[in-house]
C-alpha cells in the first residue's frame, strides 16, 4: 500500500481582483506530492509557478478548492500551528531569498533549526556544514547587505535545508547564479533527491534543474498539466554536474576575499555571548538608562527619535509617492549593422510634488532579454551626463540607455517581439549632497520591442493581424 501524499492540492485556484477585472492566477490546480518526491514547475514568466508554490506552502489563501499537508488542510489548522508546521516541516526559498538583514549569514541558517526545537550548538554546526555546502562557509559572519544576490540566495538555500524539513518549496533556486555554481547547486538537490528524505518542489527555468526531477509539471495560464515531453524518470547525479566540476568541487564558487582572516564561528556559550547575547544585553543597558534618565533627556530623546522616524518616513514618500520613474520613448536606428540594430530606452524621472525637493543618484540601469525562459542581460551605454545626483523637478529628466538589439533566436510571447526587461535602481534623499535619510528604490519595467530584423508585413503575418494593422515599435507592459 503507497503513502498517503504528503502535500495534495485539491481544484485549487486563486485570483485576485483589478479595476479592469479578476485576474486568475492558479486555475483548478489538482497535484500530489509523494513524501521523498522531487517534482518541477516549469512554465512562462506570469503563468503562476509562484503562486502555485506560496499556494502549496500554505503562504495564501486560494479563492477555492483546498491544499492538504500531511492530512490536514492548511484553512482547518489555526495560526500557531501552522507556523510550527513551516518551522519544522517546510523549507522555503523564495525568489527574494528573504534573509533577515540584520542577522549574519549563519545565524540567518541556524534560525529555522531552532524554532523548530534543536538545541543551539547542534544548529549552529549544522548551518556551517550548510554554508561550507554552498560555498559559504568563509562568509559565515556577512550580514546580507554586505553579499551578493547570488550568494544571498545560496545562504537562502542553506537556511531552507537547515531543519531537515519534509519537503523543500524552492522558487528558481540557480537564479542569479553563474554557470558552474548553478550546476553545484542542482548536485546538491539531486543528492538530497537521492537519500529519498525530503520531498522537492521546485519552480525553475533551468533545464539541467528540471531534468533531476522525478515528474516535470508545465503551467500554462494559471493551469497545471503533467509536462508533455516528461519521460518520468530523474536523471543520475553525474549528469547533473559534469566531472571536471566534480574534481574540482573546491573551485566551484568564488574564493573568499583575499584579506579576509580565516575564523571558525564559536558554537555553544561562546557562539551565544557573540551572536544573540550583545543584541538582548543592549536592550536590557538601554532600558536601564532611559529609567535613570531625568524627564528632560527622556523628551529630548523622545524629540530626536521622532524626528528620525520622520525623516525615514519623508524620505520612503518621497521615493514611492512622489518621483514617478518610467519608460518614456524607445526608438531604434533604421540602418542594421551587421544584422544588427541599435536601440535607445529613454527612462524619465519626474516629481510630482514638486514644492518639496527631489533628489536621486543613479539611476544605474539594467536591459535584458528573455531568452529560452531565462533573462540574459545586454550591454548597455548610459548616457555620461546621465549619472551623479541630480534634482528631479516638475519636468521630466530623460535619461537615455542605449543598447544593441542581440542577434539570434529569443522568446516570441508576441510574433516579432523581443521581451525586454529594464531595470533600475537609485537613491532618493530629500539633500543635494546625498546627507540625511536615504531610501533605496528599485524598479524593474517591461516592453515588447519590435525586431528591427522584420518587416511589419512580417509581424502582421505572424499575428494573423489585418493588412492595414498598426505594428507599434513598443509595446509597454505591466510589471510581472
Not at 44 to 61: H, N, V
Not at 173 to 199: K, M
Not at 308 to 335: F, G
Request: charge should be negative; proline fraction near 7%; aromatic fraction near 4%.
Amino acid at each position: 500500500m503507497s503513502a498517503p501524499p504528503l502535500i495534495e492540492a485539491r481544484h485549487v485556484s486563486l485570483a485576485y481582483r483589478t479595476p479592469r477585472g479578476p485576474i486568475t492566477a492558479v486555475a483548478a490546480a489538482s497535484l500530489a506530492i509523494a513524501p521523498g518526491e522531487c517534482v518541477a514547475i516549469l512554465g512562462r514568466s506570469g503563468s503562476g509557478k509562484s503562486t502555485l508554490l506560496a499556494l502549496l506552502g500554505g503562504l495564501c489563501a486560494p479563492t477555492s478548492g483546498e491544499v492538504v499537508f500531511a492530512g490536514r488542510p492548511w484553512h482547518a489548522r489555526p495560526a500557531r500551528e501552522v507556523e510550527a508546521v513551516r518551522a519544522r516541516d517546510i523549507g522555503l526559498l523564495l525568489q527574494d531569498g528573504g534573509l533577515l538583514p540584520g542577522l549574519r549569514a549563519l545565524d540567518n541558517v541556524l534560525l529555522p533549526a531552532v524554532l523548530a526545537g534543536r538545541r543551539r550548538a547542534a544548529a549552529a554546526e549544522r548551518a556551517e556544514e550548510l554554508l561550507r555546502l554552498v560555498g559559504l562557509g568563509d562568509r559565515w559572519d556577512a550580514y546580507p547587505a554586505e553579499l551578493s544576490g547570488g550568494q544571498q540566495r545560496r545562504v537562502a538555500l542553506a537556511r531552507a535545508l537547515a531543519a531537515e524539513p519534509a519537503v523543500i518549496l524552492a522558487d528558481e533556486p540557480t537564479g542569479d547564479l553563474d554557470a558552474l555554481a548553478a550546476r553545484e547547486i542542482t548536485a546538491i538537490l539531486a543528492r538530497l533527491r537521492d537519500s529519498g528524505s525530503t520531498a522537492i518542489v521546485v519552480v525553475t527555468h533551468d533545464p539541467a534543474l528540471a531534468a533531476i526531477a522525478d515528474r516535470r509539471l508545465w503551467m500554462e495560464r494559471g493551469t497545471c498539466t503533467e509536462h508533455l515531453d516528461d519521460v518520468k524518470r530523474p536523471v543520475s547525479l553525474s549528469a547533473a554536474i559534469p566531472p571536471a566540476v566534480e574534481q574540482a568541487r573546491d573551485g566551484v564558487f568564488e574564493p573568499p576575499p583575499v584579506d579576509l582572516v580565516p575564523a571558525r564561528p564559536a558554537t555553544g556559550v561562546a557562539g551565544l555571548a557573540r551572536s544573540w547575547l550583545p543584541f538582548l544585553a543592549g536592550i536590557v543597558v538601554s532600558a536601564a538608562a532611559v529609567a535613570l534618565l531625568d524627564a528632560v533627556v527622556a523628551s529630548r530623546q523622545g524629540a530626536v527619535v521622532e524626528t528620525a522616524r520622520a525623516q525615514r518616513q519623508l524620505a520612503e514618500e518621497m521615493a514611492l509617492e512622489d518621483l514617478r520613474a518610467d519608460v518614456d520613448d524607445v526608438l531604434v536606428d533604421d540602418v542594421l549593422v551587421d544584422d544588427a540594430g541599435l536601440a535607445t530606452v529613454t527612462v524619465a524621472l519626474q516629481n510630482y510634488r514638486p514644492q518639496r525637493p527631489l533628489h536621486v543618484l543613479g539611476p544605474a540601469l539594467e536591459i535584458a532579454v528573455q531568452r529560452d525562459g531565462r533573462w540574459e542581460s545586454v550591454p548597455a551605454d548610459l548616457d555620461e551626463a546621465a549619472t551623479g545626483i541630480r534634482t528631479i523637478g516638475a519636468d521630466k529628466t530623460i535619461l537615455p540607455v542605449r543598447f544593441e538589439v542581440p542577434e539570434g533566436r529569443y522568446d516570441e510571447l508576441l510574433g516579432g517581439y523581443l521581451h525586454v526587461r529594464i531595470g533600475a535602481a537609485m537613491v532618493v534623499g530629500d539633500r543635494p549632497d546625498g546627507s540625511g535619510e536615504l531610501f533605496e528604490r528599485a524598479d524593474a519595467y517591461y516592453i515588447y520591442l519590435r525586431d528591427p530584423r522584420r518587416t511589419e508585413d512580417d509581424i502582421r503575418r505572424a499575428n494573423g493581424w489585418g493588412e492595414k494593422a498598426t505594428v507599434p515599435l513598443w509595446i509597454a507592459m505591466p510589471s510581472h
